[in-house]
């Protein structure tokens, strides 16, 4: 008799029987009521007096002086490297694992994105690829905090204090996570937060720029809010700042509203995860060939915007993770693909090597990040919110795991 359900065993979750997934994005009264009183008041944008108090809600809860909110978290790397005097003839390094924007950011502002390979533990840039990769041209360092991990804050910092080179913290899977001590984003020059309806915290879309500099603070909010100076009403900025080309980055008071409510809660919400990751964690301690995405080496906590399962040791060499994941969706549920991949190998990433477009830190390519995407599932954040949910999938992944052979047969039988 089969174990495995694919192969006609009993499922982990009975038949027409679903998980517990919360909702997401979340929705609730008390919101719905103050976005309501907004809608009334009229005071919708141009830094209007939510947009504020959100900016300072969250620059406290990170541990800095100043935020800048706007339209996306592409807008905020954006206004960051040219807050920081990148441009045309600059490289910025970002690592080969994250989300397009990291790297367009760049591209944006004229200059070359210069892609890191990652740690195998953590999947997020890796310090010792970092320095390699350095030149006369690099304006800035981009880490990205990814998935359920925190890139080596300390490592990177060191590295690039000693070359005089900014650091810019992609925290846009990040909201609310710690590294020793201190918020996420307040450790860089600037950190660069995301609200795109996936994230944390969930606006639909938004970003917002933190930082404990107020000189980039000031330009930050030039940049995105076409010239004007914080406190200026609409037509009083009359003098456009020399040499800064603005734009229209604006968010709406609907959105500050949207996140201020999620914010009273994130506290709550990161211990819960961090209580999931656990219990998904214990499921494969002691199985061969597969492992967990470290967190953070400094994390506490550690904020998650998904959990991985990295499927790499060479008991699953020849069996892709779409045959895990089948096993997995028999069992009551789909895991996922979990990454991306390499940003230079998604199909919507059209730069190309070959016209300098972009470059690699060393070699052309990543071999670390080439050779994990193939075996790296993942769980989105909601799902870590329902302990019950949460026991149950670490039961269908102890089993899947547990029962490489029956994967091979199914494998050979498709």
């Not at 038949?15 to 009521?33: C, G, S, Y």
């Not at 899977?173 to 201190?182: C, L």
């Amino acid at each position: 008799m089969a174990n495995l359900a694919i192969l006609g065993g009993t499922g982990i979750v009975p038949e027409n029987t679903e998980l517990t997934i919360p909702a997401w994005p979340p929705r609730d009264e008390k919101t719905a009521e103050r976005l309501k009183e907004v809608y009334m008041s009229g005071e919708w944008s141009f830094n209007s007096p939510m947009e504020q108090e959100f900016e300072q809600e969250f620059a406290a809860y990170h541990g800095t002086k100043y935020a800048v909110f706007m339209a996306n978290g592409t807008t905020t790397l954006e206004c960051a490297l040219t807050a920081l005097g990148c441009g045309e003839g600059d490289e910025v390094i970002v690592p080969a694992l994250t989300w397009m924007a990291t790297a367009l950011a760049a591209t944006y502002v004229g200059a070359v994105p210069v892609f890191v390979d990652i740690e195998p533990t953590t999947l997020c840039m890796d310090p010792e690829k970092l320095e390699a990769a350095i030149t006369p041209k690099t304006r800035a360092i981009i880490p990205v905090h990814a998935y359920g991990s925190t890139a080596d804050l300390e490592r990177i910092l060191a590295i690039a204090d000693r070359h005089g080179i900014p650091v810019i913290e992609d925290c846009a899977h990040m909201q609310g996570g710690f590294w020793n001590g201190r918020g996420v984003g307040s450790w860089g020059k600037v950190g660069s937060f995301s609200f795109q309806q996936s994230k944390t915290l969930a606006s639909g879309e938004g970003g917002i720029c933190i930082t404990n500099d107020k000189e980039l603070a000031d330009k930050i909010y030039l940049l995105k809010h076409i010239g004007y100076a914080r406190g200026l009403k609409q037509g009083q900025g009359i003098q456009a700042p020399e040499g800064m080309i603005c734009h229209n980055y604006r968010a709406t008071a609907f959105q500050a509203v949207i996140l201020s409510e999620q914010l009273k809660s994130l506290r709550e919400r990161i211990a819960t995860y961090g209580t999931s990751a656990k219990i998904l964690t214990d499921a494969v301690a002691d199985l061969p060939g597969v492992r967990v995405q470290a967190p953070g080496r400094l994390a506490d906590p550690q904020g998650y915007y998904s959990f991985h399962y990295i499927f790499d040791g060479e008991e699953f060499k020849d069996i892709p993770k779409e045959v895990i994941d089948e096993a997995c969706a028999a069992e009551g549920f789909s895991i996922g693909n979990g990454t991306h991949g390499p940003v230079y190998r998604h199909p919507l990433f059209n730069l190309k090597q070959e016209k300098g477009q972009y470059r690699f830190g060393e070699g052309d390519s990543c071999p670390v990040c080439e050779r994990l995407f193939p075996k790296t599932l993942g769980i989105s954040h909601p799902v870590l919110a329902d302990r019950k949910t949460v026991e149950t999938v670490a039961q269908i992944v102890r089993k899947v795991a547990s029962n490489v052979d029956e994967l091979r047969k199914y494998l050979n039988s498709k």
